[in-house]
């Protein structure tokens, strides 16, 4: 099946800091990746869409200058947080399409992010 | 605004005690409804996706259904590796999904 896999799975950083989430579709090309953040004991929610080549498109109120998103091929899609705080602390999780479709997407395993 | 809430947040069940999970939605346009199981620490698994009333699907020992209102996941006999975290999500005819809570299941032997 498809597999999605996401660099690193632990972060813990200093307030302040930036920390880049690396998300790959290790056997298929994505041609859409997703990414969610998701607070303990809350439903996951959607931050952005990416398409290989263009720029993200963001949710209403996630500000696109702190969660900087880049999909410059079709197996790699990169998230970064840009001057961490303790309430960007989450686990973070992407998903990746071979279409452009929500329906099929694949997610990966997650990476749990603690600023300090 | 599209709305899922999914009951009942806890499930405690005993090895082949069948149940049923509730997920409650209010959506614009249903352009689908999605299951998903997740483990602890772990990206959500796709299991169904239903598009209409009536629309029944099912794999191994779970079984979804979808009315106008709400969907269920039935799991008959479940086993304790069906202990899981089990999510909702709609897709209404703004194509941005919202998910449940989730409902966290735990089978003892």
């Known amino acids: 099946g498809a597999v999605v896999s996401q660099h690193p799975s632990w972060v813990i950083c200093k307030s302040g800091t930036s920390v880049k989430i690396e998300c790959r579709s290790l056997d298929f090309q994505a041609t859409t990746m997703f990414w969610y953040r998701q607070f303990p004991k809350q439903s996951l929610m959607l931050m952005a869409t990416s398409n290989e080549g263009s720029k993200a498109t963001y949710e209403q109120g996630v500000e696109k200058d702190k969660f900087l998103i880049n999909h410059a091929s079709l197996t790699l899609s990169t998230l970064t947080v840009t001057s961490a705080h303790p309430e960007d602390s989450s686990f973070y999780i992407c998903?990746?399409?071979?279409?452009?479709?929500?329906?099929?997407?694949?997610f990966g395993p997650g990476t749990r992010l603690l600023v300090l | 605004e599209d709305q899922v809430t999914q009951s009942p947040e806890a499930l405690r069940l005993q090895e082949g005690e069948s149940s049923s999970l509730n997920c409650s939605y209010t959506?614009?346009?249903?352009?689908?409804l999605f299951w998903y199981r997740q483990d602890p620490g772990k990206g959500p698994e796709f299991l169904f996706t239903?598009?209409?009333a009536g629309e029944e699907k099912e794999k191994e020992r779970l079984k979804a259904t979808l009315t106008k209102k709400e969907s269920f996941l039935h799991i008959t006999a479940p086993k304790p590796e069906d202990s899981a975290t089990y999510l909702c999500?709609?897709?209404?005819?703004?194509?941005?999904?919202?998910f449940g809570r989730g409902t966290s299941l735990i089978v003892h032997p």
């Open positions: 959506v614009s346009g249903l352009r689908g």
């Open positions: 239903l598009y209409s």
């Open positions: 998903s990746a399409s071979p279409g452009t479709t929500f329906e099929t997407q694949y």
């Open positions: 999500a709609v897709r209404g005819q703004n194509y941005i999904p919202t």
